[in-house]
């Protein structure tokens, strides 16, 4: 166990450490901070005093890493366009990004599972042919479309709910949650379901196919002619043993979710860390384009790590087959 | 006259043609993507007005409602814009612009996925291990993440009126490099895998260099292969360019695509004037929707242990 752990995490440093490089790259060659800084006028004293301060004076190594000191301790510099510690602006906009981000892995896991259940079940049943078709729909709509037409139909057509932004929210300490007001919770819905849809797409495919499978193999059939009730057999037997791949793609498809935040934070003017990013994107804002590129790498290597090492802990022929 | 008359019945009665004649969804979704490629490719013919010209324009024209609405009428069949432009004119115009881009990133990332996978299966040990390693982290990441990427920094690296210039050429990169891995697996896969059979070696001992090898021998093995995934590529790089677009980092305004259309008609959702996003989705659906199934039915059709 201790090797196979050891071996995943030295396989996601090299990762970490190319993606810092890219940041570095970026934040230290493209663009002039020092002409962003100082703005127009100043002295050569005033320019070569700023050189010092950021260290651009020490040799390429050294800077890359001061970067990677400096973004360890979680500091990226100042925002070229909004003038703040980066740092501060994306812990204010995480906790909105993040609670978008579970409440739509909710929404595609609540409704994903049982129609992937139900329709690997009943194949031939006119109600699962109507899933599938809305999961081939699902599939090929582009997330920024399907926000705009929640936002046509709810807000505009029948005006149920609202198109944009957090509606109310609570403070607690430095986490703002849209959880404990009744906007807030409204505010969420369309958001949710807007990126949730992908994935519960994805999930209700997999469900299916692996439902499919299981049912004709030979354990179920021979749950059937001991004569358990049907109940025992979908959900004791089959259901069971297609829940590991589920995990997994369910845990590596969070990341997505997060990443793909960026266009529905977009649709609906989410005050999360994607908004943050393509506005950052749109003005060529270095520091934080660098910080979120980091931030959700990081976010990436740490859950294929967690799902390999759930994998490990879930399925036990990688622990007695030495772990490969 | 023969000739062409015997390679049409010979088509007509080949395997893959037979496929296509009985499975409906097919003929249906390759009618829909003809229709949508002709109307795009041809937009400067078909289209009623030419959405460019500022000449024509005529704000008094503007928020048309479509024809089957009240105070709609059939010279404008879906609408018109916030300026008076046509709608039906600029979704063609727009799908152009679409098809455009998408068909060069998945042909770039083509190109880039069957040269670097080729040289990593036939040269193996560490440029294998090194472009195949690239190639993992990158399929870490979501294909738009890097798509963003790479276009924040051109936009950065790049000043500010030369980047408007070549935006189109700067989104095509963003989207094809964001795409290549798929296709160089599938490659480097086939090449590993043919370069140690025997017809290999019996080129290489009567002296046929690499790359004739490479292009000769081991890229016609999967072509199959590579014609299912460029045609499922061609479908995600259309999204991927209309949300960089959608998102405002794609095409500029004045190259507008669908992408840059739904944008624009966003902004007039809460006043009602929703044809001018509706309509623009629509085509986008159709066009993206008939691709992918004609991709996944390629699979299929493809694939002999489904035959």
Avoid at chain 2, 248 to 260: A, H, I, M, Y
Wanted: glycine fraction near 8%; aromatic fraction near 10%; charge should be neutral.
């Amino acid at each position: 166990m201790p090797a196979f752990v050891l071996s995943r995490i030295l396989q996601a440093l090299p990762v970490m450490l190319a993606v810092a490089f890219i940041a570095f790259t970026l934040f230290t060659f493209v663009g002039d901070p020092i002409a962003t800084m100082l703005g127009q006028e100043f002295s050569v004293a005033q320019r070569d005093a700023l050189v010092a301060a950021l260290g651009l004076d020490q040799p390429v190594p050294v800077q890359f890493l001061r970067f990677i000191g400096n973004a360890l301790r979680g500091e990226f510099g100042l925002s070229y366009r909004l003038s703040r510690p980066v740092s501060a602006l994306i812990a204010e906009r995480a906790p909105a990004t993040l609670e978008l981000a579970f409440c739509a892995s909710v929404v595609a896991l609540v409704v994903g599972l049982p129609a992937g259940v139900y329709t690997g079940l009943y194949p031939r049943s006119i109600v699962s042919r109507a899933f599938l078709t809305f999961s081939l729909v699902g599939v090929s709509l582009p997330t920024f479309l399907i926000g705009s037409l929640l936002i046509l139909v709810f807000s505009v057509w029948l005006g149920w709910l609202p198109s944009f932004g957090r509606g109310d929210t609570v403070q607690l300490g430095w986490w703002s949650t849209g959880f404990l007001t009744a906007s807030g919770l409204k505010a969420l819905i369309l958001p949710s379901i807007t990126l949730g849809l992908f994935q519960l797409t994805l999930i209700l495919r997999l469900v299916r196919s692996e439902m499919l499978e299981v049912m004709r193999s030979d354990y179920v059939k021979f749950a059937r002619a001991r004569g358990l009730r049907d109940s025992a057999i979908h959900f004791g037997h089959a259901l069971r043993n297609t829940l590991v791949p589920v995990i997994t793609i369910v845990g590596l498809q969070l990341g997505s979710i997060i990443a793909f935040s960026i266009v529905t934070e977009t649709v609906f003017q989410w005050p999360g860390m994607g908004l943050l990013f393509i506005q950052s994107v749109s003005s060529a804002d270095i520091p934080v384009m660098a910080a979120y590129l980091l931030l959700i790498s990081a976010v990436f290597v740490t859950i294929n790590l967690v799902v390999d090492l759930l994998y490990y802990a879930v399925d036990p022929r990688l622990r007695a087959g030495g772990g490969h | 006259m023969g000739a062409i008359a015997r390679a049409w019945s010979r088509s007509w009665d080949s395997d893959i043609a037979y496929a296509f004649r009985h499975s409906p969804t097919a003929v249906i979704s390759a009618m829909v993507a003809l229709v949508c490629i002709v109307g795009a490719v041809a937009a400067p013919v078909l289209a009623p007005y030419n959405p460019f010209d500022l000449a024509s324009l005529d704000l008094m024209d503007a928020f048309n409602p479509p024809a089957f609405m009240e105070e709609g009428s059939m010279a404008h069949p879906i609408g018109t814009d916030d300026q008076g432009r046509d709608v039906l004119s600029a979704i063609m115009y727009g799908a152009r612009m679409s098809l455009f881009v998408g068909v060069s990133a998945t042909a770039f990332a083509l190109l880039l996925g069957v040269l670097l996978g080729l040289l990593a299966g036939y040269a193996g040990g560490t440029v294998d291990a090194v472009l195949m390693r690239i190639a993992d982290v990158q399929l870490t990441f979501p294909n738009i993440l890097i798509a963003l990427l790479v276009d924040g920094v051109a936009r950065a690296a790049l000043p500010r009126d030369l980047h408007d210039q070549i935006a189109v050429y700067v989104v095509i990169f963003a989207i094809g490099i964001s795409d290549w891995p798929r296709f160089a697996r599938t490659v480097r896969g086939s090449a590993m895998v043919e370069r140690n059979k025997e017809y290999v070696l019996a080129a290489r001992v009567i002296g046929i260099g690499p790359a004739r090898i490479m292009l000769t021998h081991v890229l016609p093995n999967v072509l199959g292969p590579l014609l299912v995934l460029a045609t499922l590529n061609l479908g995600l790089a259309i999204i991927s360019e209309a949300t960089l677009s959608f998102l405002g980092v794609g095409l500029p305004q004045t190259q507008p695509s669908l992408g840059t259309l739904i944008r624009i008609g966003n902004d007039f959702l809460f006043s009602g004037e929703w044809w001018i996003t509706v309509f623009p989705g629509v085509a986008l659906i159709a066009m993206v929707l008939s691709v992918n199934l004609l991709g996944d039915w390629l699979r299929d059709a493809l694939n002999p242990r489904l035959r």
